[in-house]
């Protein structure tokens, strides 16, 4: 579900969610080729794999963990900060109370879908 209405495809070619795949692709290379211990995005990482789950549906605290690739302390360092910044949202599982899920807030989805329009718009413009 868009906060905003998602731009057209326009020059670039692709959509939001397309868009942030790529973005995912490429900071995956990145970190590959100068290795994860000098190139690390865990919050950007965590809010764009939310962000790309078919329907942005809720995952556990730990399947979003092993999306951002730090150690599993930095990755809930991460995440606490995320909530606490109101760009994420956490709550118990409706299934299992014994695990808590975690996705984005409005404001956290909003801000994303921000940044890649503006991202988007950037490319379009060179």
Request: with cysteine; hydrophobic share 45%; glycine share 8%.
């Amino acid at each position: 579900m868009y906060v905003s209405a998602p731009p057209d495809k326009g020059s670039i070619g692709l959509d939001r969610v397309e868009f942030a795949k790529l973005v995912i692709h490429i900071l995956r290379h990145v970190g590959d080729r100068l290795g994860r211990d000098l190139f690390s995005t865990a919050a950007l990482d965590m809010m764009l794999d939310l962000y790309v789950r078919d329907e942005h549906r809720p995952i556990s605290l730990t399947n979003l963990s092993g999306a951002a690739a730090v150690p599993e302390r930095t990755a809930l360092f991460t995440i606490n900060k995320l909530v606490s910044r109101g760009l994420l949202v956490r709550y118990p599982d409706p299934k299992d109370g014994r695990r808590v899920n975690v996705d984005l807030s409005a404001g956290g989805l909003r801000l994303l879908e921000e940044c890649i329009d503006e991202l988007m718009i950037m490319i379009t413009e060179q």
